[in-house]
């Protein structure tokens, strides 16, 4: 619930919805990727993949070649049977986002998703993210402005309130706090 104001998506209050529409929303509109992975440590990668696919009722045939094939695209398969609590951070990470991947939200929200990944791995992650998420609606919260600078628009937030807007060229000219933190990185 929001505390002021009102959030539209294609044209519709999501804020006026009543608590039943606003849960079949979210449900079948919207993908997330938190930095805690969010996994059931009682299912195996393999399940925790599958499970947005199951509560959309797709047939288990259906489900076994997805999560096999995005297992595969993002080099997981041979963790497929692994609990959690057996994976690295980054085994986790993928694993969330090949869930997120397989549920085709048309909204996307990824928050620190590639947060607990080795450089060279979150490049390929990132690739593959660009490529699976064409004509979404992404929303990234990152502090890594690797996968942030080829979004079509960046926000710069600071103390809560956004401070520069643009693509990465545009905020790089305004020479600002995006700059700052580029040339941190750079």
Do not use: W
């Amino acid at each position: 619930k929001v505390t002021a104001g009102h959030i539209y998506v294609a044209g519709q209050d999501i804020t006026a919805l009543k608590s039943k529409e606003l849960n079949k929303f979210r449900r079948e509109e919207l993908g997330f990727i938190f930095q805690d992975f969010n996994l059931l440590d009682t299912l195996t990668a393999y399940e925790n993949i599958a499970l947005a696919l199951s509560i959309q009722n797709e047939k288990y045939k259906e489900i076994n070649l997805k999560v096999k094939k995005v297992a595969y695209d993002l080099g997981i398969e041979d963790i497929l049977n692994k609990y959690p609590y057996e994976m690295s951070g980054g085994q986790k990470q993928r694993i969330a986002i090949a869930r997120i991947l397989l549920k085709n939200a048309p909204i996307v929200i990824l928050d620190e998703a590639t947060a607990a990944l080795d450089n060279n791995t979150e490049e390929y992650i990132i690739d593959k993210f660009y490529e699976a998420l064409q004509g979404k609606t992404v929303v990234i919260i990152s502090h890594r402005l690797s996968i942030i600078k080829n979004c079509v628009n960046i926000n710069v937030l600071s103390q809560g309130r956004v401070v520069e807007s643009g693509t990465h060229d545009e905020l790089i000219s305004l020479a600002g706090h995006y700059k700052q933190l580029y040339d941190k990185i750079a």
